[in-house]
């Protein structure tokens, strides 16, 4: 590069450092200035317009409160043992409870306690699901139910959340002709997600022409992969009151006891533990 071009570069470069600072100087008067009104998370605040220099008025979501749905009892297999079921709606579709306790009493005609069971489980934001327990001894059958469920663990889902993809597929329930036991739900459970998940339970629900629940089950598969089609089976071994015409299946996977699976989807919400 001769003399001229070099003078020249040098001379651009200088106009360009001059109307790029003349620019900078203007924007910085005319830019509007960060406000506790300005609708962005600016300065030091702690959420849009609100903590930090800003008053410390930040609105959070209010967690509501679970809602109960049906409750009752079937009986058992086992002669003088219940089964229960109470249903567990979950009002929130951006927070889910990594834990949550729940309390079962039987009752008589008169208030008394017959039989009492506690237990913890965990729900998905926006899900409902029913809470199964067997075989609750009790000298007679209940005439009420308590059923409360306390002590929540709330989570706040991220944007990335997405619920299990789990499917069942050829579910069929069948009396047992020939061999032990009185009858069995089957079917296939597909993992179509991109997770291996340790623990899956299956509810079987099993309800009359009238919609009534008549006989309740569950099972167990342990390691099964992603993209993994497996097969499941509950089993009856005793005869039940009723005739069934429809069988329900609830899939439970423990998402929260994941770490790897759940630090991607969720953060917890210290503030609303409950």
């Avoid at 003088?80 to 005609?109: A, L």
């Amino acid at each position: 590069m001769d003399k001229s071009s070099q003078k020249r570069l040098i001379i651009g470069l200088i106009y360009l450092i001059f109307f790029a600072a003349v620019f900078w100087f203007l924007y910085s008067i005319f830019k509007p200035k960060a406000t506790c009104t300005d609708g962005v998370k600016n300065q030091n605040e702690e959420g849009i317009d609100c903590g930090g220099i800003c008053p410390a008025n930040c609105v959070k979501n209010e967690v509501k409160d679970f809602i109960v749905g049906e409750t009752g009892v079937v009986e058992s297999s086992i002669a003088g043992q219940y089964d229960f079921y109470g249903q567990v709606i979950n009002p929130n579709n951006t927070y889910g409870s990594k834990s949550f306790s729940y309390d079962i009493r039987f009752k008589d005609e008169n208030g008394l306690i017959l039989a009492e069971r506690q237990g913890e489980s965990f729900i998905l934001p926006g899900d409902k699901k029913y809470i199964i327990e067997n075989n609750i001894g009790s000298d007679k059958h209940p005439i009420s139910i308590d059923f409360s469920v306390t002590d929540s663990q709330w989570v706040e889902t991220d944007d990335l959340y997405e619920r299990p993809d789990l499917e069942i597929v050829n579910k069929s329930y069948n009396e047992i002709t020939s061999g032990v036991g009185f009858s069995e739900a089957k079917g296939l459970l597909k993992n179509k997600s991109p997770f291996d998940f340790a623990l899956i339970r299956v509810r079987v629900i099993l309800r009359d022409m009238a919609g009534k629940i008549i006989a309740l089950n569950s099972t167990e598969m342990r390691t099964v992969r992603s993209g993994e089609n497996r097969d499941y089976r509950a089993f009856w071994p005793n005869r039940f009151p009723g005739g069934v015409a429809d069988v329900e299946n609830q899939v439970e996977v423990n998402v929260f006891d994941s770490d790897a699976f759940a630090k991607k989807y969720f953060q917890s919400l210290q503030s609303h533990g409950r």
